[in-house]
């Protein structure tokens, strides 16, 4: 066979060619390990897959934040959206058109980043049922939801304001049924309920994360409970009151700092914090995510600190990790 040049870079792009004299075909072959963690989600009844299991900064191959909750071989739910979510959408074969709601834990750009292209890729998918998009409420520096999407999709002052149908259902787009939650008081603030198509229930719970008004989120379905519990310091005090021997079947947790002195305490919780939450909540598992060169080259130091204080099942994220449930 003549590859002409071209034949091994289509290979090593996992495409398959058509034999000698028969005309050019190219295959795409589901062989990255997101299309792998979504095919072991959608053969389960529910599952949880991280999208986008890395940090803030741009330190190699994982996407920013983002989990996708599968129900019944589809999609069903996105919590976060940060930036190289889209690609990891479109490798796990996801649709906006399956999505009942996208729920953001706060607005820093690696947890919201990806939305756009997200939201663009469903407008070449039809559909016309409401999307529940739920967010904090504004506080500091950082918007409200409405103003988040407004920001980006209002006509006339979006910066893609052709997706304005989202917010308007002027051009036959999903329309967006936003859901603000008070989130600048952790410690006071209330837990919110909001039932979902399909039999699921959201509860948001406000969490400290310095000045970004952030939620942590349960979501039950089919009896299962997961709690992502977002980015938060130890300083969520009703977070932990709330959940104290929740027992959900999964906790996801952000594995973002090391131990010791120097590291942004007011931010995350350190592996101790996260042994001593997991310890509270007693989750049947615990999914470690968000992952960060300065905590990810300690792992075997944060793990043995979360061991003193958690002795249940720890699973590393990657992007396309999938846990069923």
């Known amino acids: 066979m003549m590859w002409s040049g071209l034949g091994p870079s289509l290979v090593m792009l996992g495409f398959l060619l058509a034999p000698a004299g028969a005309p050019l075909v190219a295959i795409p072959i589901d062989n990255t390990p997101v299309a792998k963690g979504a095919a072991q989600c959608r053969a389960a009844e529910v599952g949880v897959q991280a999208l986008g299991s890395g940090g803030p900064i741009a330190e190699g191959s994982r996407a920013g934040t983002s989990y996708a909750l599968w129900v019944d071989g589809k999609a069903r739910v996105l919590i976060d959206t940060g930036p ?3 690609i990891r959408f479109g490798e796990a074969g996801l649709k906006v058109a399956d999505l009942e709601a996208i729920a953001f834990s706060h607005f820093h750009a690696d947890h919201s980043g990806g939305l756009s292209g997200i939201l663009n890729t469903g407008s070449f998918e039809g559909g016309n049922a409401p999307l ?3 967010g904090p409420e504004a506080a500091s520096v950082f918007p409200g939801t409405r103003d988040f999407l407004a ?3 209002g006509r006339g002052k979006g910066a893609w304001a052709y997706l304005h149908g989202y917010l308007d259902a002027g051009d036959g ?3 967006l049924a936003v859901r603000e939650i008070p989130a600048a008081d952790a410690e006071q603030g209330p837990i919110t309920r ?4 399909g039999g699921m229930v959201l509860q948001a ?3 400290h994360h310095g000045p970004a008004p952030s939620l942590a989120y349960t979501v039950t379905v089919r009896g299962r409970t997961i709690l992502f519990a977002g980015d938060q310091s130890a300083a969520s005090s009703k977070f932990d009151r709330f959940t ?3 027992r959900p079947d999964l906790l996801i947790a952000h594995h973002v700092i090391p131990e010791g002195e120097g590291q942004p305490i007011g931010l995350h919780r ?3 914090d996260i042994g001593r939450m997991a310890a509270n909540i007693a989750p049947m598992r615990l999914l470690l995510s968000h992952h960060m060169d300065r905590s990810f080259s300690r792992l075997e130091e944060g793990l043995a600190a979360i061991a003193q204080h958690y002795s249940g099942t720890v699973t590393i994220a990657s992007d396309g990790t999938c846990v069923t449930l």
Request: charged share 10%; no cysteine; glycine share 4%.
């Open 244 to 246: 104290a021997a929740l």
């Open 270 to 272: 350190s592996p101790q």
């Open 84 to 86: 190289g979510s889209f």
């Open 205 to 207: 719970i406000p969490v």
């Open 173 to 175: 787009r999903r329309p």
């Open 151 to 153: 920001a980006q999709f």
């Open 132 to 134: 529940t998009i739920i």
């Open 194 to 197: 909001v039932e979902i198509a």
